[in-house]
C-alpha cells in the first residue's frame, strides 16, 4: 500500500490562511445579507405600524411610539456591522501582513511566524486597533444606518407630534 506523503506545515498553513481568507469573505458577505434583511424587515414592520396607527382613530396617539422600532432595528444591524467590522479588520490585516517583508520572510523560514493563524473575526490578534475599527459609535456614524433609522425614527415622532397638534390633519 502506497501512503500519501503529508503535506510540509508550511503548505498547510498556507491553505489554512487561504481558508481564513474565505472564511472572511464570506462572512462579511453573510452579514450584509443580515443587514438587507434587517432593514427590509424594519421597513415592513414600521409602515405596518405607521399605518395601523393613523388608520386606526383609538390607536392614532400612539403613533409616536413607532419611533422605537426603527430603534431597535438600527441597533440589532449596528450590532451586525460590529461583527463585520471585525472581520474586515481581520483581512485588512491579513493584507498589511502579505504586502509586508515579514511575507517573505516566512517563505525564507517556511514558517508563518509572524502571524496567528485562524482568527477570522479577529478576537485575538485584534486588541485595541480591532476594538476601535469596531466600535458601535463608529458604526452607528455609518450613513447607511443613520439615515434610514434615524429618518424612520425622526418620522415616527414628527407625526406623533403632528397627531396631537393637529388631530384632525391625519
Given amino acids: 500500500m502506497i ?3 503529508s503535506p510540509a506545515p508550511f503548505e498547510y498553513e498556507l491553505e489554512l490562511l487561504k481558508v481564513e481568507l474565505d472564511t472572511i469573505t464570506s462572512s462579511i458577505r453573510q452579514m450584509d445579507v443580515i443587514s438587507k ?7 415592513a414592520l414600521w409602515t405596518a405600524a405607521v399605518g395601523g396607527a393613523l ?3 383609538s390607536l392614532r396617539d400612539f403613533v409616536g411610539f413607532t419611533a422605537v422600532i426603527p430603534l431597535l432595528l438600527g441597533y440589532v444591524e449596528a450590532s451586525y456591522r460590529q461583527i ?5 479588520w481581520r483581512s485588512e490585516f491579513i ?3 502579505l504586502r509586508s517583508d515579514a511575507l517573505r520572510e516566512s517563505f525564507k523560514k517556511q514558517c508563518l511566524q509572524a502571524f496567528m493563524l485562524w482568527d477570522p473575526a479577529g478576537w485575538n490578534t485584534g486588541g485595541k486597533e480591532c476594538r ?6 463608529k458604526v452607528i456614524s455609518f450613513p447607511s444606518l443613520y439615515l ?3 429618518g424612520l425614527t ?3 415622532l414628527v407625526l406623533g407630534i403632528l397627531v396631537h397638534v393637529i388631530p384632525s390633519a391625519l
Avoid at 434583511?37 to 421597513?43: C, E, G, R
Avoid at 463585520?84 to 474586515?88: G, L, S, T, V
Avoid at 476601535?132 to 459609535?137: Q, V, W, Y
Wanted: hydrophobic share 40%; aromatic share 12%.
Fill in 132 to 137: 476601535d475599527f469596531a466600535r458601535i459609535g
Fill in 37 to 43: 434583511d434587517t432593514k427590509q424587515w424594519t421597513i
Fill in 148 to 150: 434610514l433609522y434615524g
Fill in 84 to 88: 463585520q467590522r471585525r472581520f474586515i
Fill in 154 to 156: 425622526l418620522l415616527s
Fill in 3 to 5: 501512503e500519501k506523503a
Fill in 55 to 57: 388608520a386606526t382613530p
Fill in 95 to 97: 493584507g498589511k501582513l
